[in-house]
């Protein structure tokens, strides 16, 4: 699949299908223990269409970080990287108590990342999935 089929893949898809995949672990287990820059690879904690966001520790200042890291195959498309760039000054430009702080933006033997705050609780998809009342029949969980 070309980076523009996958670009239009992805822009099809239903935000919560996006949101709520997660590679498997046979995927996720290559970067697992990996450093990139100072971080530490501890384990995956999800993905989408804009790459893989893993928790981490900062070996410099020995915290747990949160290492959104962008496939070679997407950090190969200028628009993509672009955004991704984009989002990182985006976030770094906002003082919000919901909002992760950035840590840093970088590059480690030609991997991007961004390195940001690790916020311990519910993801996205589970706080949707938590709001949602069981249709009439289906067991509530």
Not at 53 to 82: F, G, H, Q, W
Not at 99 to 105: D, G, S, T
């Amino acid at each position: 699949m070309t980076p523009s089929q996958q670009a239009e893949s992805f822009i099809g898809e239903p935000a919560r299908e996006v949101v709520t995949r997660v590679p498997t672990e046979d995927k996720a287990r290559p970067m697992v223990g990996r450093q990139i820059g100072a971080y530490k690879i501890l384990a995956l904690l999800g993905a989408g269409g804009m790459g893989e966001v893993y928790r981490a520790r900062d070996t410099r200042l020995d915290r747990i970080a949160a290492l959104k890291i962008l496939p070679v195959e997407v950090a190969s498309n200028p628009d993509r990287m672009r955004r991704f760039v984009q989002e990182a000054k985006a976030a770094s430009a906002l003082n919000h108590p919901n909002v992760a702080h950035i840590y840093e933006i970088g590059e480690s033997d030609g991997i991007p990342f961004i390195a940001m705050e690790y916020v311990e609780g519910q993801t996205l998809a589970d706080r949707i999935h938590a709001g949602r009342n069981p249709s009439p029949g289906q067991p509530s969980g």
